[in-house]
């Protein structure tokens, strides 16, 4: 997996449910931006529609009991623990791409509204 590219823009999602953009400067790091214990991580995948995204995740979030993460669970369709940095697929050589926020916050809007009038 190419996680080596300098520089790439993604959500950072905190348990807590702050969101905010966030300029990854390496890949490699992330494990330090999401505040995994041993640094390393996991990759969940996501879709919208015909468009794969990645959620990075804290490999023993659970394990350390950290706090679900209601909105990153939300994205991955499965419980994920901690804080979360998402971003765009990997390209053809591996290289992860940054995160289309215009695509992004279009269908992150739907789910929540979907979600919000699912209580009604």
């Given at each position: 997996m190419g996680t080596n590219k300098i520089h790439t823009n993604g959500y950072f999602i905190s348990a807590a449910g702050d969101i905010?953009?966030?300029?990854?400067?390496?890949m490699t790091e992330v494990g330090e931006l999401i505040g995994a214990r041993t640094g390393f991580f996991d990759i969940v995948y996501g879709e919208i529609g015909d468009t794969v995204f990645l959620v990075w995740v804290d490999d023993t979030g659970l394990i350390d009991g950290r706090?679900?993460?209601?909105?990153?669970?939300?994205?991955?369709?499965?419980?994920?623990?901690g804080d979360v940095f998402v971003t765009g697929?990997?390209?053809?050589?591996?290289w992860v791409q940054d995160l289309d926020y215009e695509s992004f916050d279009k269908w992150f809007a739907d789910r929540i509204y979907l979600a919000l009038a699912h209580k009604e």
């Open positions: 905010r953009k966030h300029e990854q400067d390496r706090p679900i993460n209601p909105m990153a669970s939300m994205i991955a369709g499965r419980p994920l623990f697929n990997e390209d053809e050589d591996g």
